[in-house]
């Protein structure tokens, strides 16, 4: 059956550490939209490939585990979960094992085409901001409001590891508790980070890539709520609603 994309989801591209994630659980929550986390899904993969110690060159393997994924979000608290063959996965997906794998898991076509219809599916009711990589270009082609959010490498760095040291989920290595980053892990999360960053840009199929009708905005310049109040501003204008 093939759906019709409602075009009042709202979507938010861009790379690591632009602060993807808070702006659209604020914006959503302003919008009074639920927000989808879509790298939770990619993550999911990467997570179970590693319980099933599946080869990652492995393309078929790779997609039956992520037909094996599924997500649920909560309409009353907006809260995300992603499982793997039933299983809550949403506590381990942000592991370091977990963030080396997804990049190489998520550039597969087939495994792409597996989530992409995931996240169609999850939305089709319109009313969400889902954020990732592929949203505007891939998942929400007609929505009425996208957005690229992009900053520099270095702030982008500095944000994940304030987040890496707000959130236990978030950590420098698998064994560590929270303490003050050295300057080698620093430049590791950097290279990290960077490289993650190249391999989103260049695969073949769903690059991070701004749509062509996305607004581009530097968030390096602008706090959290300057961001979500221009990006609030657009969408109140593109999908006629009305303001707080
Ligand atoms: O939160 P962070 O920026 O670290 O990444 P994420 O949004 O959790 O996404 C993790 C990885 O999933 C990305 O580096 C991409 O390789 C992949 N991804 C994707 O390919 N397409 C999406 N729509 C979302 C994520």
Redesign the pocket.
């Known amino acids: 059956m093939i759906m019709e994309e409602k075009t009042n989801n709202v979507a938010i591209?861009?790379?690591?550490?632009?602060g993807?994630?808070t702006v659209s659980k604020l914006l959503a929550k302003k919008l009074g939209f639920l927000m989808f986390?879509?790298?939770?899904?990619?993550?999911a993969v990467?997570y179970g490939c590693i319980e099933c110690k599946t080869d990652l060159t492995d393309e078929a393997a790779c997609t039956e585990i992520a037909r094996k994924v599924t997500v649920e979000i909560n309409k009353e608290s907006g809260e995300q979960r992603v499982f793997f063959d039933g299983k809550d996965c949403t506590p381990y997906?942000?592991s370091p094992e977990v963030?080396k794998a997804?990049?190489q898991?998520?550039?597969k076509p087939a495994v792409?085409s597996v989530?992409v219809n995931l996240?169609k599916a999850t939305t089709a009711c319109g009313g969400f901001v889902?954020?990732?990589?592929?949203?505007g270009t891939?998942?929400f082609p007609n929505a009425k409001c996208k957005f690229y959010l992009d900053a520099s490498l270095e702030i982008r760095t500095q944000r994940?590891l304030k987040q890496m040291q707000e959130d236990a989920t978030y950590q420098l290595s698998s064994s560590s508790t929270p303490k003050e980053p050295t300057e080698k892990e620093i430049a590791d999360l950097r290279e990290t980070?960077a490289l993650?960053?190249e391999?989103?840009k260049k695969?073949a199929v769903?690059p991070?890539v701004a749509a062509p009708d996305a607004i581009v905005i530097d968030t390096g310049s602008f706090t959290i709520d300057q961001t979500v109040e221009e990006l609030y501003k657009i969408c109140v204008t593109k999908l006629d609603i009305k303001s707080e």
């Open positions: 591209d861009g790379p690591a550490g632009t993807k994630s986390d879509t790298g939770a899904t990619y993550r990467s997906i942000r963030t997804v990049s898991v998520a550039t792409r989530m996240q889902a954020e990732g990589r592929d949203i891939v998942v994940r980070i993650r960053d391999a989103d695969r769903g991070l």
